[in-house]
């Protein structure tokens, strides 16, 4: 009998050693990835990532520089769309990152690149409209596929973020 109950309180133990252990390298982790600087806005914290220094010492020298951060582009306008995409790419981007899981140049998504487009034509309204397709469900192409070096123009090849459309 004195063996049976030694297993049943052990079993709490162990789980409550394991959460915590989880806890311990899960604070580790975020402390030591500079986590708090994701939630920012600041474009700093994109470079967090050795892949993004040169793309960002590329939109340093840019025009957007001025007038968007990688947040305006890259990320949603609307406060749940934001957190959203943040907290998506963030699981995304730290489990690339953490186990080397990722196509080289870095490659947008599908979802990703819609939002940049969105933007694009958000900001870009006043000269994009007349671009707009006149027939209800043709499509209209994606600004990056001729403009795939904005905001990022003279990024090497080697480190550019490509568009999926072959350019």
Known sequence: MPGIVRRVVSLPVIAAVAFGVLCGVSAFTFHYAEGTSYLSSDPRACVNCHIMQEPYDAWVKSSHHAVARCVDCHLPHDFVGKWLAKSDNGFFHSWAFTFQDFHEPIQIKPRNR????????????????????????????????CHADVGHAGVPPHARITTGFGK
């Open 114 to 145: 819609r939002i940049v487009q969105e933007n694009c034509l958000s900001c870009h309204q006043d000269v994009v409209h007349e671009m707009f397709p006149t027939q209800r469900h043709a499509e209209m192409n994606y600004c990056v596929r």
